[in-house]
């Protein structure tokens, strides 16, 4: 993705302001990618425990060993 961020006039950034815009971008890159493999991690959580619970009615815990 990409953050647009501008000013309604003309007028360039300051040195210190686009240093602070990029490490706005940066961390919400990161959060944004952090969510991301937060959500594929429970996903194949869920995947595994219904996998297990159906392992298990099918012929019990020791069918799983």
Known sequence: GRVYVAYTD???????????????????SGYVEN????QD???????AVAAYAGAVEAGGEQAIV
Request: proline residues 0%.
């Open 41 to 47: 991690t429970t996903d194949r959580i869920e995947d």
């Open 35 to 38: 969510q991301r493999l937060l």
């Open 10 to 28: 003309d007028q360039d950034f300051l040195d210190e302001e686009s240093a602070l815009l990029g490490d706005i971008a940066r961390r919400l």
